[in-house]
T-cell receptor, first 115, second 115 residues
């Protein structure tokens, strides 16, 4: 079973549309962290956010926002008013005590933003 | 801003050859990691390293892989006899600590192509 599931393989939107990338995780630990990373076409991994399991407050950073819901084991990522520069692969990752704190990545969602 | 660097950015090698991928972690970080990403797939953990020893390794990290910190700044991944399936992007990462939720800073990656 996948620890981190990103069911959307690819999403295609037109600039200025809002888009939500889904992430569902599975863990038995009560203490864990969730991450989102961006991988632009140049290939590097860019850290976006870290959220611990005790903090369910939603977070907003500019056009980015994250919705963490323990009840549904989800940590979804929304980009408001998408831009062409948002085109990238986005990875969700889970770090848990049972996994020796090494992050387990989802398969990623490829976001294509058309002008 | 301090960053993790990796060299080379792209390496092409013949099957059966040895390759060494180099990384310079952030200077005050104590924990080092290697990850692999086969083209179009998720990022997979290979190995973590602390205090000149391997602390965790995945099933991918078999006897053909080795890691070393040859001096105070470099952290290397050696693949003894490359196979076609070793073709991937290899990411180095470093962190200040190993506690859960520690932020790992990733390098830009080395793309390894085995012919």
């Amino acid at each position: 079973a996948q620890k981190v599931t990103q069911a959307q393989t690819e999403i295609s939107v037109v600039e200025k549309e809002d888009v939500t990338l889904d992430c569902v995780y599975e863990t038995r630990d009560t203490t864990y962290y969730l991450f989102w990373y961006k991988q632009p076409p140049s290939g590097e991994l860019v850290f976006l956010i870290r959220r611990n399991s005790f903090d369910e407050q939603n977070e907003i950073s500019g056009r980015y926002s994250w919705n963490f819901q323990k009840s549904t084991s989800s940590f979804n990522f929304t980009i408001t008013a998408s831009q062409v520069v948002d085109s990238a692969v986005y990875f969700c990752a889970l770090s848990e005590r049972g996994g020796s704190y090494i992050p387990t990545f989802g398969r990623g969602t490829s976001l294509i933003v058309h002008p | 801003e301090p960053e993790v660097t990796q060299t080379p950015s792209h390496q092409v090698t013949q099957m059966g050859q040895e390759v060494i991928l180099r990384c310079v972690p952030i200077s005050n970080h104590l924990y080092f990691y290697w990850y692999r990403q086969i083209l179009g797939q998720k990022v997979e953990f290979l190995v973590s390293f602390y205090n000149n020893e391997i602390s965790e390794k995945s099933e991918i990290f078999d006897d053909q892989f080795s890691v070393e910190r040859p001096d105070g700044s470099n952290f290397t991944l050696k693949i003894r006899s490359t196979k076609l399936e070793d073709s991937a992007m290899y990411f180095c990462a470093s962190s200040e600590s190993s506690v859960i939720g520690n932020e790992q800073f990733f390098g830009p990656g080395t793309r390894l192509t085995v012919l």
